[in-house]
């Protein structure tokens, strides 16, 4: 059965404090591994999708890397405005149209 | 938002009630989902479409139908409401397979 386990489930920093979010995933066949971000309210926004162990791709504070057992989002001296839930998914082992979520991670960046 | 719209935004409703949100696209894209968004477990596929009339069952489709007449056009029906139908409906469109999905902004239902 394919899993999607993301940790922690909630983390705080303080405003410039750098830290990571990881997606630990058991699915055959990787077709990509993809982040989302989720402020409440809201719908999921796509950050960043990955496709092979060692890709890494970049945006503003936000790094995200991928092994081939999980994938981690790296937050680099964060802002207040980057509080939200972070989302990692994987297209189902089944079907390429199907993904799986994580539980997602709660991210709180305090001033 | 990638152009798409969820209505209504929120909705109560009774149990046994049914009751048919709506998904609509300005972005021409083959596929469209619907999840649902419930504490503990996340985002769950409840069905999906690759085109008009062209419809398939995910993780959680007991309870739930769909139809997609149109590219632009998505309905979820819940045929009977009940309590355990409570949650949050979010559609997303995509271009293909391996192709992110982009999200609404979410239909909170609530059936008492």
């Known amino acids: 059965e394919d899993q999607v386990t993301q940790s922690p489930e909630a983390l705080r920093l303080q405003e410039g404090e750098s830290s990571s979010l990881n997606c630990s995933y058991t699915v055959s066949g990787l077709r990509g591994l993809f982040w989302y971000r989720q402020d409440p309210g809201k719908g999921p926004e796509f950050l960043f999708t990955?496709?092979?162990a060692g890709e890494e791709k970049e945006k503003e504070r936000l790094k995200a890397t991928l092994t081939k057992k999980e994938s981690f989002l790296h937050i680099t001296a964060p802002k207040p405005e980057d509080s939200a839930t972070y989302l990692c998914?994987?297209?189902?082992?089944?079907?390429?149209?199907?993904?799986?979520f994580g539980s997602g991670t709660q991210l709180t960046v305090l001033p | 938002d990638a152009g798409i719209t969820q209505s209504p935004r929120h909705k109560v409703t009774e149990t046994g009630t049914p009751v048919t949100l709506r998904c609509h696209q300005t972005?021409?894209?083959?596929?469209m989902y619907w999840y649902r968004q419930d504490p503990g477990h996340g985002l769950r596929l409840i069905h999906y479409?690759?085109?008009?009339?062209?419809?398939d069952k995910g993780e959680v489709s007991d309870g739930y139908s769909v139809s997609r007449s149109k590219t632009e056009d998505f309905l979820l029906t819940l045929e009977s409401a009940t309590s355990s139908q409570t949650s949050v409906y979010f559609c997303?469109?995509?271009?293909?397979?391996?192709?992110?999905?982009?999200f609404g902004n979410g239909t909170r239902l609530t059936v008492t």
């Open positions: 998914a994987v297209p189902s082992t089944g079907s390429a149209r199907q993904l799986t």
């Open positions: 990955l496709y092979s």
């Open positions: 972005e021409n894209h083959r596929y």
């Open positions: 997303a469109i995509s271009a293909g397979n391996n192709s992110p999905l982009h």
């Open positions: 479409s690759y085109g008009v009339k062209d419809t």
